[in-house]
C-alpha cells in the first residue's frame, strides 16, 4: 500500500482530526443519501396507513417539509454517529494488532454495544425497514412540530461528541 507523503509529513494530531473530520463526511453522506432514498416511503405511509382515520389524507406542503427536515437531520447524525464507531472499531483494531493488549478487545465490546444501539435505532426510523411506522397521531405531531422528533437525538449528539473524544485519544 503506498502512503501519501503528505500523510507523513502532516502532526499526528492534525491527522487524527482530518480522520475524524472524513468519518463525520461520510456519515453526513450516507445518511443525506439514506433520507432521499427513504423520504417518499415515510410520507406515502404517513399519507395513507392511518389506522385512527378512514381513507388517505393530504400533508400540507409546510407539514412535508417540516418531516422531511426534521427525518434527514436525525438519519444523518444517526449515520454519523454510526461511521463514527466504525472508525473507532477500527482505530481499536489495528491497535491490538500492533500490540495484543488483550483490554482493546474488551473495547470493542464495548463500542460494539453502541453500534448496536445506533444501527438498531436507524432500522427503527427508516422506513423502508419497518412496515408498520408512525401507527399513532402521537407519534406524526412531534415530527411536523419539532426538527428533532421523539427520536432521542439529544442524546446521540452527545454520543457522538464523545465518540470524537475516544477516537482522538485511541490515536495518540
Partial sequence: MIKSSFLNEVNPRTRTLIFIL???VIGLAIGYLLSI???????DQIEHDQPWKPGPFQLTEEDKNNIIMGYTVVVEI????IILLIGLMWVYFTTYQKTRLKYLLGFELFVGVFLSKAVAQLIWMTPSFVEPIRQAPGVIRPLTRNLFGPFGVYFTILEILAICILIYLSRE
Fill in 22 to 24: 472524513a468519518l463525520i
Fill in 37 to 43: 432514498i427513504t423520504t417518499p416511503i415515510l410520507l
Fill in 78 to 81: 444517526i449515520s454519523v454517529e
